[in-house]
């Protein structure tokens, strides 16, 4: 059924740039708005952008300007692109959707910013 997988996290120093994916399968992608959550280290999950079917999108003040969320339907993939990564970055990812009042949520992937 639904499957969310993200990848592209790593590690990274404070200012580069990496750029996340999350392969979706079991449902109609195009027509589903997607979401992007992550989890700093002894902290609770945070939402962090979505995008929306058509497109539009939204972001949480503190990645403005820095993160971009997008979406490739013919191949079922959304991405983060990441740049001017701070040490605040510091997160597990995970890639979210909701269908018939339920949420969906990918494994995760780490991503550390440290000098």
């Known amino acids: 059924q639904v499957q969310l997988v993200e990848s592209g996290g790593g590690s990274v120093q404070p200012g580069g740039s990496l750029r996340l994916s999350c392969v979706a399968s079991?449902?109609?992608?195009?027509?589903?708005?997607m979401n992007w959550y992550r989890r700093p280290p002894g902290k609770e999950r945070e939402f962090v952008a979505y995008?929306?079917?058509?497109?539009?999108?939204k972001y949480i003040d503190s990645v403005k300007g820095r993160f971009t969320i997008s979406r490739d339907n013919a191949k079922n993939t959304m991405y983060l692109e990441m740049n001017s990564l701070k040490a605040e970055d510091t997160a597990v990812y995970y890639c979210?959707?909701?269908?018939?009042?339920?949420?969906?949520w990918g494994e995760g992937t780490l991503v550390t910013v440290s000098s």
């Open positions: 979210n959707m909701n269908l018939d009042y339920t949420d969906y």
């Open positions: 079991g449902f109609d992608f195009s027509e589903y708005g």
């Open positions: 995008i929306r079917r058509g497109g539009g999108t």
